[in-house]
């Protein structure tokens, strides 16, 4: 059994999460908090597996909470809150792991908060990415990667990323340690997340990094130093001029909108062995395909390793596909991608 401990000062709000989650088998509600207080309190006696926590309440708000919560007796929190740009970067600094508005339909609802509740037990509890073990002996030099030189756009190299649970933390850790003036490539990045809530990461890895990160519209060019991350409702793709195009998935060819290996299969077409693969942390199978698109195209693969990872489930599957040529803690993939 999944145990939860629900956290919100509006007794309605409670009661719709508790009828949610008794929807499911396998969660069991073994408690509320009506404010950030009783939230610490109640961690501490009942020990849940996955706290949904609000952020507006009363006594104690809920970022306070989650900070001490997570200084104190790490848990993995959902932040049950709407989509505001600086809500979600507090939520980010604090450690919040997910995030779910409860503005939708019920059914619609239902299914995602169920979801997220099941991913996140699966989550290992810490605040931040763990460090890593130094002195890996790296597999092949990316550095030394040979590029084509007839494009007519200023491009060196493209790096695309895909990532879900525990993605913003490592998209964090990997930004943070690049220079944009010097790097080489430019980057595309899917990031598996809740409707309304990328804005908001978008501003926080623009807050923790020195690229100028957006969210990407239809015809943007990358180029060396840009980061673009794929919108909501849409698939992202890169054509031979550098160009993305957004698509509608109106046949729904794809799992997950934005898709990973929608991206990575475009990039390795466009651009073949010009590009870097990244897989990272998060559940499930998507980019397994792409990652394996991009090895058959001469491309660079990357994993993130299972011991930084929050979630080891789409990494863990391209490696089991023996499609990486490297398999890297969160730390040292931002350092391999500086190409010289």
């Not at 104690?60 to 919560?69: P, S, T």
């Not at 793709?237 to 729904?252: A, M, T």
């Not at 990652?291 to 089991?320: C, L, P, W, Y």
Request: aromatic share 4%.
């Amino acid at each position: 059994m999944i145990r939860v401990l629900i956290v919100d000062d509006s007794k309605l709000k409670q009661n719709f999460i508790i009828s949610v989650l008794n929807e499911c088998p396998v969660i069991d509600v073994v408690g509320t908090a009506s404010n950030g207080k009783q939230a610490i309190e109640r961690c501490r006696q009942l020990k849940p597996d996955v706290i949904t926590m609000d952020i507006n309440m009363p006594v104690m708000g809920g970022l306070e909470a989650i900070d001490h919560i997570m200084r104190n007796c790490p848990t993995v929190i959902i932040a049950v809150t709407e989509a505001d740009d600086e809500i979600i970067r507090e939520c980010l600094n604090c450690g919040v792991v997910d995030f779910f508005s409860l503005n939708g339909p019920y059914q619609q609802k239902t299914s995602e908060l169920i979801g997220k509740i099941i991913t996140a037990s699966k989550v290992k509890v810490i605040r931040r990415i763990c460090p890593i073990d130094k002195g890996k002996t790296l597999s092949k030099d990316i550095a030394g990667i040979s590029h084509n030189n007839d494009s007519s756009f200023n491009l060196t190299s493209v790096i695309v990323i895909g990532a879900s649970t525990g993605g913003p933390y490592a998209l964090e850790k990997i930004l943070s340690v690049l220079e944009p003036e010097k790097l080489k490539a430019g980057i595309l990045i899917v990031q598996h997340m809740s409707s309304g809530f990328i804005h908001g990461l978008t501003k926080w890895l623009n807050s923790k990094s020195g690229f100028q990160v957006s969210i990407a519209s239809d015809g943007d060019k990358l180029e060396n130093g840009k980061v673009f991350l794929a919108p909501e409702q849409h698939v992202m793709e890169i054509d031979r001029d550098g160009k993305i195009v957004l698509k509608e998935d109106k046949n729904n060819d794809y799992l997950f909108v934005p898709s990973i290996d929608a991206l990575m299969i475009s990039a390795a077409k466009s651009f073949g062995s010009k590009v870097i693969g990244v897989i990272m942390t998060g559940m499930g199978y998507d980019g397994v395909e792409g990652m394996k698109t991009i090895k058959k195209f001469g491309g660079i693969t990357i994993a993130q390793d299972e011991k930084t990872s929050v979630v080891f489930g789409m990494n863990r599957a391209a490696i089991e596909e023996n499609v990486i040529d490297r398999i890297l803690g969160v730390d040292e993939i931002g350092p391999a991608l500086t190409l010289n």
